[in-house]
């Protein structure tokens, strides 16, 4: 069974950078896509990034050019730079891994972005 654990969210204050990274474990078959999405409060689960084993990647209109998605392959890791962070960015971040066989969640975690 595939497990995604997440760390690097917390507490910045706007214009300031976050980094978050995702491990998988467990891994049989391998992982296609990795991602991250975001859910505020009252809101709906977002994508945030994306990117393939290939590094093709797709970003959410409202955080393109300030956040960079990327990952390493040989250790399944996905990682999000997050740069100029805005009040709006301020969510429980998720990240999404797949492969031929199922979609994998994180736990989430927390970025707040103070004004």
């Known amino acids: 069974q595939v497990q995604l654990v997440e760390s690097g969210g917390g507490l910045v204050q706007a214009g300031g950078s976050l980094r978050l990274s995702c491990a998988a474990s467990?891994?049989?078959?391998?992982?296609?896509?990795m991602g991250w999405y975001r859910q505020a409060p009252g809101k709906q689960r977002e994508l945030v990034a994306a990117?393939?084993?290939?590094?093709?990647?797709n970003y959410a209109n409202s955080v393109k050019g300030r956040f960079t998605v990327s990952r390493d392959n040989a250790k399944n890791t996905v990682y999000l730079q997050m740069n100029s962070l805005k009040p709006e960015d301020t969510a429980v971040y998720y990240c999404?891994?797949?492969?031929?066989?199922?979609?994998?969640w994180g736990q989430g975690t927390q970025v707040t972005v103070s004004s």
């Open positions: 999404n891994a797949r492969n031929a066989l199922a979609i994998y």
């Open positions: 467990g891994v049989r078959i391998r992982i296609d896509a």
């Open positions: 990117i393939t084993s290939g590094s093709t990647t």
